[in-house]
């Protein structure tokens, strides 16, 4: 048989994936578009089969431009969405290393100076979990899994006031489904000599200087050892 020319089409398939003795392509097309779906052995194996299509809406936040602003994580966020329609943008990488396909974004800016906890414990499925610096695909902080044999995704980073991460959730080899994410900012707000906390006799106040700093020009000398927390 003639070889038929494909004059030019491009490929759109995100990835293609064996499921129950199937193969589920997923892809994205703009309103009207037309799409041409191909079917062929690996083996050169001939056959019949049976073709499927199904449409699903993309989340509000399948795009990194669209993230859902976490407005406060001060006291904990949870935010909830579905990925089964998700997709993946073409200059996306793979977040934690891990191939995916389905990734929902979120994004938060610091208030002030402080550590920032992010998971994914209560999500449906395999997630891996990545957070980006505004105009970065270099994220930050990833992981996989947040411990052996979990499926849920923990990171921690350092902020400063005014900075902006961008938050990813995908699944692990394309994964998808309910997704949770559990935000929580703990602000250094005695991290400098002008803003220490006041003690009274008695006091007793938790504390953290996990993302303190070394303050400019302030001797960091308490102990015969020098410090820089």
């Known amino acids: 048989l003639p070889i038929c020319s494909l004059g030019g089409l491009q490929r759109v398939a995100v990835e293609s994936l064996p499921m129950e003795g199937a193969v589920i392509l997923g892809f994205t097309n703009a309103p009207s578009q037309t799409v041409y779906l191909r079917v062929w052995s690996t083996n050169a194996v001939a056959g019949q089969f049976t073709m499927g299509i199904r449409s699903i809406a993309s989340p509000t936040n399948d795009l990194r431009a669209q993230a859902t602003v976490i407005p406060d994580a ?40 402080g550590r920032l906890t992010v998971n994914t414990r209560g999500s449906g499925f395999d997630t891996v979990l990545a957070l980006y610096p505004s105009g970065s695909n270099t994220a930050v902080a990833s992981n996989d899994d947040a411990s052996f044999g979990s499926q849920w995704s923990e990171v921690t980073c350092l902020m400063n006031e005014g900075d902006t991460v961008f938050i990813a959730v995908d699944g692990y080899r ?56």
């Open 174 to 229: 394309g994964a998808s489904g309910r997704v949770t994410l559990n935000a929580q900012f703990f602000p250094d707000s005695n991290d400098a000599y002008a803003a220490a906390t006041p003690l009274a006799s008695g006091d007793r106040k938790p504390g953290s200087n996990v993302s303190a700093t070394a303050e400019p020009g302030r001797s960091e000398e308490h102990t015969s050892e020098l410090q820089s927390r």
């Open 74 to 113: 001060l006291q904990g966020k949870r935010a909830e969405a579905d990925s089964t329609g998700a997709t993946r943008e073409p200059d996306e990488p793979n977040h934690a290393g891990v191939p995916g396909g389905r990734s929902v974004w979120w994004k938060f800016t610091a208030p002030g100076r």
